[in-house]
């Protein structure tokens, strides 16, 4: 009564083709080689089906009948798991304020020898923000200049999630057969944190920085439960 799968995934992608907004320098796309966008190195994904031992047939209790085979026998527990390490995203720049016209931004520039994830937290405080990269590895270029840190350089979190089912098939007269079931999607009620803001300002020219910079502000996670009956004639 019992059945499980499981498939683990590695994964490395490298490629010089942004997904969205063409390549930083259009004549030389080489620049742009990088981690794969959205492909996480590590996925984990299984799923299960358990008829529960309880109940008229089963192992446990399999003497009662009635009401209370009714109530505690023919149950199904069923369920997909998912763990994934996080996504790879860019850090770019922003001159905005800055007054000059006509250098628009892009990627920040790598500095040497600087940690990239000091003072990284694995909180869940998104309201104060949860600090990820480094904001002091990146600068801006200097003016009219590109920046030469690699696309998608860093990852964000990982994330896991469970959906959940409990279901019972019920015989009532001759022909009508029921179906009772309860569906748990993120059955733990649990919060997976996003990516961060991955944009550093220029303040060097008047420019207003980036409050949030290597910051999580959002995530997603929220349970969410569904009933339903059906029924066969």
Not at 177 to 200: K, Q, Y
Not at 213 to 227: E, F, H, N, V, Y
């Amino acid at each position: 009564g019992f059945s499980f799968q499981a498939e683990y995934q590695f994964s490395k992608g490298l490629d010089t083709v942004p997904t969205s907004g063409g390549p930083q320098r259009w004549q030389h796309p080489e620049l742009d080689y990088g981690n794969s966008l959205g492909l996480a190195r590590h996925w984990l994904t299984f799923n299960y089906v358990y008829e529960l031992p309880f109940g008229k047939g089963r192992r446990f209790l399999h003497s009662i009948n009635g009401v209370e085979n009714a109530v505690l026998g023919g149950w199904q527990i069923a369920g997909i798991s998912t763990y994934n390490t996080g996504m790879p995203f860019s850090v770019n720049f922003s001159q905005t304020g800055t007054g000059i016209t006509g250098w628009w931004g892009g990627r920040a520039d790598r500095v040497p020898g600087v940690s990239l994830t000091k003072g990284r937290s694995h909180s869940h405080d998104i309201v104060n923000g949860i600090p990820w990269f480094n904001t002091d590895a990146f600068a801006p270029p200097q003016p009219w200049q590109w920046g030469n840190s690699a696309r998608d350089l860093l990852f964000g979190p990982g994330s896991w999630n469970w959906d959940m089912s409990g279901s019972k098939n019920f015989h009532m007269w001759e022909r009508l057969n029921m179906n009772f079931r309860a569906d748990f999607f993120d059955a733990f009620n649990h919060f997976n944190p996003g990516n961060p803001v991955a944009n550093i300002a220029d303040t060097r020219d008047g420019g207003n920085p980036v409050a949030n910079s290597g910051m999580i502000t959002g995530g997603d996670g929220q349970r969410a439960i569904q009933l339903s009956l059906s029924a066969k004639f």
